[in-house]
């Protein structure tokens, strides 16, 4: 399974974010899928996830801002990112599951700055 995340960018306080993930190899063994981030000189924490039935979870520090979705005919992860805080920014990565294993993408940059 390989995965491309796109849509960071550098965005105001209070602004809004859509990052995608897009998913291709062997997709079908795809369980759940999710976002972890990291910060300059933090450890990297969970997100948002949602399984393949559309359960989602998020980290309290979000809720309320943050809106995982998923298209599974496009193979693709989103992860909405309203009423944006500086301390948002980090590296976004987002992961796929199969039975056996946790992929990862390469990790798409979000800076929050006035």
């Known amino acids: 399974v390989q995965l491309q995340a796109s849509g960071g960018g550098l965005v105001q306080p209070g602004g809004s974010l859509r990052l995608s993930c897009a998913a291709s190899?062997?997709?079908?063994?795809?369980?759940?899928l999710g976002w972890y981030r990291q910060a300059p000189g933090k450890q990297r924490e969970l997100v948002a996830s949602?399984?393949?039935?559309?359960?989602?979870n998020y980290a309290d520090s979000v809720k309320g801002r943050f809106t995982i979705s998923r298209d599974n005919a496009k193979n693709t992860v989103y992860l909405q990112i309203d009423s944006l805080k500086p301390e948002d920014t980090a590296v976004y990565y987002c992961?796929?599951?199969?039975?056996?294993?946790?992929?990862w993408g390469k990790g798409t940059q979000v800076t929050v700055s006035s």
């Open positions: 949602i399984t393949s039935g559309g359960t989602t």
């Open positions: 190899g062997i997709i079908f063994s795809i369980n759940n």
């Open positions: 992961h796929a599951d199969t039975e056996r294993m946790r992929y």
